[in-house]
């Protein structure tokens, strides 16, 4: 997989390089600001592009916009926004066009999942941390649908966010597959997206999930 990696710390950006080297991945450019990334993204093309949120010129949500930027540019490019930062304003738009993932660099916990997670936004999944979804919906309207799923219903829609499947989700909540099935289905059911297209109902209700406020 050939990726560009736009990070403002030359520490993390040089660590986080030589461990997608190790795991056999190409990095085709490193780059510390907004607009070299988007640069180096129209030169080089790559599979994937990891950015940091904050970034320079302005230090604000200069990488959220400049992925925005290179999507429109290149829609089959995986994106992976990595930050210690919360953005809410790009990023729904950026998981409705697919190819995306949002991790908070402190809560990566496990070096395979997290290459797990590049393989699938590069594949056209996502990888979206449940504390990024949580800030992503914000607080719950009255007659919202969303406000009819349980707590395990919200923490299993969570993850499907993630671009886990049943079987992932079972093992990451300790309960068996049929239980999973069952807690997908009430959510898809309370959604209102039970008859619809079955390769369709699992992104129909994360997008529904994510674009709630």
């Known amino acids: 997989m050939r990726v560009v990696i736009g990070e403002d710390s030359a520490l993390f950006r040089e660590g986080l390089a030589r461990l997608l080297a190790d795991a ?21 093309e790559p599979d994937l592009a990891i950015i940091d949120v904050r970034m320079p010129p302005d230090l604000t949500d200069d990488g959220a916009r400049a992925a925005r930027q290179v999507r429109a540019a290149h829609p089959a490019l995986g ?66 649908p969303m406000s009819t799923l349980t707590a395990r219903e919200r923490e299993v829609l969570a993850l499907m966010a993630e671009g886990r499947t049943n079987v992932g989700i ?25 008859n619809s297209e079955e390769d369709h109902r699992r992104v129909l209700a994360v997008l529904m999930y994510l674009a709630a406020a």
């Open 79 to 144: 994106i992976l926004l990595l930050s210690q930062h919360v953005e809410t304003r790009h990023s729904v738009e950026l998981v409705a066009s697919g190819g995306f993932g949002y991790l908070l660099k402190d809560r990566v916990f496990d070096v395979d999942d997290f290459l797990d997670a590049l393989r699938r936004i590069a594949a056209g999944g996502s990888a979206l941390d449940p504390e990024v979804v949580g800030r992503l919906l914000g607080p719950r309207r009255a007659g919202d």
């Open 170 to 194: 079972a093992r990451r909540l300790w309960l068996t597959d049929r239980t999973v099935e069952t807690h997908v289905g009430s959510i898809l059911g309370k959604l209102g997206l039970a």
């Open 24 to 44: 056999g991945h190409e990095i085709v450019a490193k780059v510390g600001d907004a607009p070299t990334l988007v640069a180096a993204v129209a030169a080089h």
